[in-house]
């Protein structure tokens, strides 16, 4: 079907302690995917080839970015989660990696030590750091985890044990001792970061770091405006490659190439060119984020002939949808505006969590969107129990929901397409 291939670099790979022969089966398998969810897809935007040979350096390319950085002296810091202010590394200098497992490769390499009923992202996160697969794990200089979740907070423990893991404390409810807390927190990053990156942060730096991150959210709602139009420029698969690439890719020339893509996209959409029919279905996906290269449940709804237009979830709109006020000055004014705007995340960890069921409606608005498909990763019990909320609201307003709490096996996949395919004719596709 394609010659797609991930660059192979197994002296860098090797170098950092990486399984070589097991992660280089893995490397052919995710290129020959990716080619054929990808590039079978006709009619793509020809901006999409920077994204694609992202995909391509995804293991040789970037690495040997990050390790050039660290050559440097710039700390590279793995987060797996959107709370992590990624505005106070960049100040410093350093590099921030997302490192959220969307793989089901490394989670039998979790589960000789963890429990199998818990969420698979969090499975597969340290089943790549277990398994020696995943070379930015070996790249970074330590990992930052946070209090959200009890999967996630219980396993860094673990993790710790196998990389530094440093762990933010996020509070449970939004009430002001919360976000004072939350507001310790992020001065003590701040000094973490520091530390690795052997210099303090200037206001300056910080407020450069947040023109970088607004400027990169900024061209991420660009594309999701243009993903509303009608009929929509872009696949619901290609965007959620660009919202996973935001997580790994230095984030200035991500925004210039986003940015060319938009153009591009812009007309698109005045000459009404679109990847799928005008009157395919629309879909707008909600609940839990999706890790590279967790591409399941786009691949299975636009196979059905549907597109998706919204993401809401951490790899789509909660990464993008709020900025910094870039007016403030004075550190410690920074610091509690960079605070405000982390706060207004609307992750189902939080109770009470009123503002996503809104966000939810809102978004399924503004996209045009004829029916919301809510996800939520097997065992994520925040988002499975808060599903609850997210159809009652849709009752109320009448919109066509449906439900699905899956894994990253292949085993669901025949189940799934028969239930997507009959979501999809509910809604006149
Ligand atoms: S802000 S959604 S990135 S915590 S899916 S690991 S919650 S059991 S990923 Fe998340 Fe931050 Fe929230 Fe977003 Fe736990 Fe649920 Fe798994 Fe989750």
């Not at 170098?15 to 070589?20: A, E």
């Not at 979790?110 to 398994?131: Q, T």
């Not at 996020?170 to 052997?198: M, N």
Request: some cysteine.
């Amino acid at each position: 079907m394609s010659d797609f291939e991930i660059k192979a670099c197994p002296e860098i790979w090797q170098s950092l302690g990486v399984d070589v022969e097991r992660f280089d089966k893995a490397r052919r398998m995710l290129g020959e995917t990716y080619g054929k969810i990808f590039l079978s897809q006709k009619n793509r935007p020809q901006g999409m080839a920077y994204f694609d040979g992202m995909i391509a350096e995804l293991h040789s390319g970037r690495i040997k970015e990050l390790l050039a950085a660290k050559e440097q002296g710039r700390p590279v810091i793995g987060t797996f989660c959107v709370y992590i202010p990624e505005e106070i590394v960049i100040a410093a200098g350093g590099i921030c990696v997302g490192l959220c497992g969307g793989s089901q490769g490394s989670i039998p390499d979790a589960e000789k030590v963890l429990p199998r009923n818990i969420c698979p992202m969090v499975k597969s996160v340290y089943g790549f750091k277990a398994g020696r697969i995943c070379p930015y794990f070996e790249a970074v200089d330590f990992v930052c985890g946070e209090t959200t979740c009890d999967a996630k907070k219980k396993t860094w423990e673990l993790l710790d044990r196998l990389i530094p893991t440093y762990v933010m404390e996020i509070p449970q409810c939004k009430k002001p001792r919360g976000i004072a807390l939350w507001l310790d927190e992020v001065k003590a990053f701040k000094t973490k970061v520091e530390e690795a990156a052997g210099k303090a942060i200037t206001e300056a730096d910080l407020a450069a770091a947040i023109k970088v991150m607004n400027n990169k959210r900024k061209a991420l709602q660009r594309l999701n405006s243009l993903r509303h139009c009608k009929p929509s420029p872009i696949s619901g698969k290609d965007s959620l490659l660009i919202e996973q690439i935001a997580f790994y890719d230095e984030p200035i020339r991500f925004t210039k190439q986003l940015n060319i893509l938009c153009d591009e996209l812009e007309q698109r959409v005045q000459a009404g060119i679109a990847v799928v029919p005008a009157n395919a279905v629309r879909v707008m996906m909600a609940g839990t984020p999706m890790a590279l290269p967790n591409w399941k449940i786009h691949n299975i709804v636009e196979s059905a002939g549907a597109v998706i237009v919204n993401d809401e979830s951490c790899i789509g709109t909660r990464y993008f949808k709020d900025l910094i006020d870039e007016s403030v000055t004075g550190m410690d004014k920074m610091l509690a505006a960079l605070t405000d705007r982390y706060k207004n995340i609307d992750c189902s960890c939080f109770t009470p969590n009123n503002e996503r069921v809104s966000q939810v409606i809102k978004e399924f608005r503004d996209s045009q969107a004829q029916g919301i498909i809510n996800c939520s990763l097997q065992f994520c019990h925040t988002y499975n129990i808060e599903e609850v909320k997210i159809r009652e609201a849709c009752e109320q307003e009448g919109i066509p929901c449906m439900f699905i709490e899956s894994d990253y096996s292949q085993e669901d996949v025949g189940q799934l397409r028969t239930r997507v395919e009959a979501f999809i004719e509910q809604l006149g596709g």
